[in-house]
């Protein structure tokens, strides 16, 4: 297969113009405009056929990374495959959508643990990248602790490091609500986290309305 060819050919012009105001980081000339269902089908073909990738547009990259969750691997073969792809993370859609994909992670989660603490607190996107891993697979008994700690030392100015703190907090209050709780009580991460947090936590279907009601005075 031609991977560049197959994306050509789904290609949505319409989608493309609103996507790319969704990643306004992004040159909108390295936007293809394929849909995120065409995409994952077409990194199913990509990976069996082991497609060359030339890794310049936004949704080669995006392949990129929903193929490495695809390969069966040891925990240091999957390490130096994020090894590759975080440096090519420039935007918070391919950041987000690929980092949830990384279910190997469930299988090696004590291995790749210190990997991903070793990106707090570097650049935007290697940041927001440590972020939504602790978020989508540390958020359990045995980590939740340290990745409180971990959120409420994040002091930073860029905005989607701090977007993606607050879906993290907004996402353990609903899995481990009484510590979750204690941290907004304590009102110890910046004031934007903190608040974004807050509406996160209000606009959730899994949040009662007297713990909305509870945050709420919460706001700094």
């Known amino acids: 297969m031609e991977l560049r060819n197959e994306l050509f050919k789904e290609q949505d012009l319409r989608y493309r113009e609103f996507h790319s105001k969704l990643v306004p ?16 089908k077409i990194a199913k073909q990509a990976f069996r056929e082991n497609a060359d990738n030339m ?5 080669e990259i995006m392949v990129y990374g929903l193929t490495l ?12 495959d994020l090894k590759s792809f975080i440096p090519l993370i420039d935007n918070w859609a391919v950041c ?9 992670t469930n299988k ?4 790749i643990y210190p990997f991903v603490l070793s990106y707090i607190n570097k650049s935007e996107y290697e940041t927001r990248f440590a972020v939504v891993m602790l978020m989508c697979y540390y958020l359990d008994s045995e980590h939740i602790d340290e990745v409180l700690e971990i959120l409420k030392g994040i002091k930073r100015e860029e905005y989607y490091v701090n977007m993606a703190v607050a879906w993290a907090v907004a996402t353990a209050f609903v899995k481990c609500r009484e510590k979750t ?9 910046s004031p934007e986290v903190q608040n974004k947090s807050i509406q ?10 007297e713990d909305k009601e509870l945050v709420k005075s919460l706001k700094i």
């Open 25 to 40: 980081n992004i040159d909108k000339k390295k936007i293809i405009g394929v849909r995120l269902p065409l995409l994952r």
């Open 55 to 59: 890794l310049e547009y936004y949704e």
């Open 200 to 209: 996160k936590i209000r606009d959730s279907f899994r949040v009662s309305k």
């Open 69 to 80: 969750s695809m390969k069966k691997c040891s925990a240091i073969e999957h390490i130096e």
């Open 108 to 111: 090696y989660k004590e291995e």
């Open 181 to 189: 709780l204690a941290l907004l009580f304590e009102k110890s991460l």
């Open 96 to 104: 987000d959508t690929c980092v949830s994909s990384f279910k190997f």
